[in-house]
């Protein structure tokens, strides 16, 4: 499958991905993780990214837009990929149906992920990430701790609250995606690409959109 995932940050895209890529080999690309990757690393990108990001704001369109269109055509994509995170502005949803024409592919829907705003403050603060570039597996301090406290079931690592998951952070955070990022959900509607679903349980998500598709 090919699809976008929209919503707010804590609306549980990583979330929905992670569990949409065991249905059909489809991969997940996080637009996030891959910054953060970057930055762990100490790359250029990385470099170019960190002030942004750790302020809650947006990379610019330009950098995004040079990581997505190398990352779409990389062989792993061909089965289908879950977009997360990305196009996060309209410069960014236009750029990305330019460079899908050129490369010849269709998406199949633009998934809204609708949750309330108590409901994403609350998953936002209590989230903690692991800190390994190669892992960042999520977890949540009252919902779904990892086994051993402050360490990663997958492979050990700290497990930590992300650098913008402060409370002044996540607020820039939440008005930068109302600002810069919601209008996507229009734009989608317009392509007549546009899925909306409740999203406060993920597995819910998951099968309204196996559903949409026609999955089993
Ligand atoms: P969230 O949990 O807010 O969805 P992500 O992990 O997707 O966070 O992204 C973390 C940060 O990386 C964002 O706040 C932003 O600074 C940057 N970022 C990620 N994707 C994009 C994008 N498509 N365009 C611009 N900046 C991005
Ligand atoms: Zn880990």
Do not use: W
């Given at each position: ?9 804590g ?30 690393a ?20 330009a ?7 190398k ?60 800190e ?34 402060t ?33 406060t ?16």
């Amino acid at each position: 499958m090919k699809l976008i995932l929209l919503g707010a940050p804590g609306a549980g895209k990583g979330t929905v991905a992670k569990l949409l890529t065991k249905l059909d080999g489809s991969v997940q690309i996080s637009t996030g993780d891959i910054l953060r990757g970057a930055v762990q690393a100490g790359t250029e990108l990385g470099k170019q990214a960190k002030a942004h990001m750790d302020s809650g704001g947006l990379v610019p369109d330009a950098l995004i837009m040079g990581i997505m269109e190398k990352r779409l055509q990389e062989p792993d994509c061909a089965k289908g990929f879950l977009l997360d995170g990305f196009p996060r502005t309209i410069p960014q949803a236009e750029a990305l149906k330019a460079l899908l024409v050129k490369l010849g592919i269709k998406l199949d829907a633009a998934v809204s992920l609708e949750v309330p705003r108590e409901v994403i403050l609350d998953r936002l603060t209590t989230r903690r990430t692991c800190e390994n570039p190669k892992c960042q597996a999520i977890y949540n301090v009252k919902s779904m701790p990892p086994k051993v406290a402050g360490k990663c079931d997958k492979c050990g690592s700290n497990v930590v609250q992300r650098a913008d998951e402060t409370e002044e952070a996540i607020s820039k955070r939440l008005d930068t995606y109302n600002e810069k990022t919601a209008p996507l959900i229009g734009f989608y509607q317009k392509e007549g690409m546009l899925m909306n679903v409740n999203a406060t349980s993920s597995d819910a998500v998951v099968s309204a959109i196996k559903q949409k598709l026609g999955i089993n």
